[in-house]
Nanobody, 121 residues
């Protein structure tokens, strides 16, 4: 069974940094786009950043200067480096990946369980 396992969330002071990780567990045939979304209390879930299997990236406009997405294809893991965090970045961060589990399977969307990031002094 394929799962996305996230780690790296927590409490950080304003101006601090965090690095989130998300690893694909289970047997897969291919992992295509991987992404991070976030959802703050009372708000809709929105895209933070996305990275293709070949390393092309796109970001939410307001986050591009502070956040950086990367991936290790050998480990089927995606990372989100977050710098100069502010309280408005407080949210649950979700990992997302488009995965083909076998050669004959269709591509399916998978989500992690979410990791809380709290920015507060």
């Amino acid at each position: 069974q394929v799962q996305l396992v996230e780690s790296g969330g927590g409490l950080v002071q304003p101006g601090g940094s965090l690095r989130l990780s998300c690893a694909v567990s289970g047997t897969v045939f291919a992992v295509y786009n991987m992404a991070w979304y976030r959802q703050a209390p009372g708000k809709q879930r929105g895209l933070v950043a996305r990275i293709t299997a070949t390393g092309n990236t796109n970001y939410a406009n307001a986050l591009k200067e502070r956040f950086s997405i990367s991936r290790d294809n050998a480990k089927n893991t995606v990372y989100l480096q977050m710098n100069n965090l502010n309280p408005e970045d407080t949210a649950v961060y979700y990992c997302n990946a488009l995965i083909k589990t076998s050669q004959l399977a269709t591509n399916s969307d998978y989500w992690g369980q979410g990791t809380q990031v709290t920015v507060s002094s």
